[in-house]
């Protein structure tokens, strides 16, 4: 099983400039190569400080240059954000930048406030249509002239411009239910997944919708790749107490996401505080204690053993999430530790 990073620039108020959160992701960036990580991974989202990303495409153009193995992922992005021709040229332009590097992640969008300012309040729900028409178009546009005369999109004969470097750059579906797993499969993508604050019953859910779905399709001669996506903190041995700061990071983390997800309240210059503690008294999942045990907080030897369980039910990739509302220097120290005791159990 090997290993990524996914990163964002991460703003929770002013005191932190936008050059050092951008430097921040840098460094954690050209940590995660030293250390041996496959993929920086980056997405997009809009308007929102807690995670910073109107486009990935040109971060990881610096990042490129910056760096001379580490493979660079957009994603998630957006399908109902994207033309297929901008999206097909703009990952074949990061591509050529970056010597065939490049990796396109697509999703069909979550976030009703972007799909209200991004799409003109198209039901967030209804995404999942320009994934399914915006990934095959894609692909031809990276093949040379097409036309293209779909239900979303129309356009006369046109092509790619660059070409992708590499003749078949690798696309990733973020897959939840069998139906977008099984789309994934049928189209020769990989599958990137999140139990977001379910446990590993959940992993283990998520590998059997995948493996159903490579099972329906015989006819894809190269078995795509299942990546787990899942908030990840690293602490000492012989702290016993190292977990909590990590858990109230993340719960703080998904009490904004809810509060953004929520859409019931406008955000302040793109600050919006976390959904109250109390909102979610009848909702264990939030707790701390739980988020200990579900996301992949732990000592080096309990991270270990969980990640040899992902590996053994067959998950090629796992993604190290840093978002978690902690400072850098803890994200730092975990992402150390993570490098310096876990990685090598893998190698």
Same mark, same amino acid.
């Given at each position: 099983m090997r ?7 991460? #703003?929770? %108020? ?11 992701l840098?460094?954690l960036?050209?940590? +995660? ?5 496959g993929?920086?991974w980056?997405?997009?989202?809009h308007s929102?400080?807690?995670?910073i990303s109107?486009?990935p495409?040109?971060?990881l153009?610096?990042?490129a240059a *910056?760096?001379?193995?580490i ?5 998630t992005i957006? @399908?109902?954000?994207w033309?297929p021709?901008?999206a097909?040229g703009?990952?074949?332009l990061l591509?050529?930048i970056?010597?065939?590097? +490049?990796e396109l992640g /697509?999703a069909?969008g ?8 991004m @799409?003109?309040?198209l039901?967030?729900?209804d ?5 399914r028409?915006i ?5 031809e546009?990276w093949?040379? %002239?097409?036309a293209?005369?779909g239900? /979303?999109w =129309?356009?006369?004969?046109?092509t790619?411009?660059?070409k992708?470097? =590499?003749p &078949?750059l690798?696309m990733w579906i973020?897959a939840r &239910?069998?139906?977008?797993? %099984? ?7 990989h599958?990137m ?7 590993d019953?959940?992993?283990? %859910?998520?590998?059997?919708k995948?493996?159903?779905a490579?099972a329906?399709?015989?006819?894809i ?5 299942l990546m787990?996506? *899942?908030h990840?903190?690293?602490h000492?041995?012989?702290?016993p107490?190292g ?5 109230e990071?993340?719960n *703080?983390f998904y009490?904004?996401?809810d509060?953004?997800?929520s ?9 919006l505080e976390?959904s109250p503690?109390?909102?979610f008294a009848?909702r264990?999942?939030f #707790? ?5 045990r579900?996301?992949?907080i732990?000592?080096? @030897?309990?991270?270990i053993?969980?990640l040899?369980?992902?590996?053994a ?13 902690l400072?850098?220097e803890?994200?730092?120290r ?5 490098i310096?005791?876990v990685?090598p159990a893998?190698?």
């Open positions: 290993f990524s990073l996914f990163v964002h620039m991460e #703003r929770w %108020d002013e005191t932190v400039s936008y050059e050092e959160a951008f430097e921040n840098t460094e960036t050209l940590m +995660a190569e030293e250390g041996g990580f993929t920086v980056i997405g997009e989202h929102m400080e807690y995670t109107p486009n495409m040109p971060q153009a610096y990042l *910056r760096t001379s193995r493979r660079l992922g957009a994603g957006i @399908a109902p954000f033309n021709i901008r097909a703009e990952t074949a591509d050529v970056s010597g065939g590097r +490049a /697509l069909r979550a976030y009703q406030f972007e799909f209200d300012r @799409a003109g309040g039901p967030a729900t995404g999942g249509k320009h994934l028409e990934v095959p178009a894609i692909r546009l093949k040379g %002239d097409y293209h005369d239900e /979303l =129309q356009f006369p004969t046109s790619s411009v660059p992708p470097v =590499q &078949d690798p973020a &239910d069998p139906a977008s797993h %099984d789309f994934a499969v049928a189209n020769g993508c599958v997944v999140t139990p977001l604050m379910k446990g019953e959940e992993v283990e %859910d998520l590998v059997n995948f493996e159903t490579v329906a399709h015989p006819e001669e190269r078995r795509p790749d787990v996506l *899942r990840t903190f690293v000492a041995e012989d702290d107490d977990w909590r700061p990590a858990a990071g993340i *703080r009490r904004t996401f509060a953004w997800f859409n019931k309240t406008t955000p302040a210059n793109g600050f976390p503690e109390e909102k009848e264990p999942e #707790r701390p204690e739980s988020l200990h579900t996301a992949m732990g000592t080096p @030897a309990e991270v053993e969980r040899k369980h992902y590996e039910l067959g998950v090629t990739e796992f993604s190290f999430w840093s978002d978690n509302s400072t850098h803890q994200k730092k975990s992402l150390e530790l993570f310096e005791h990685v893998f190698q």
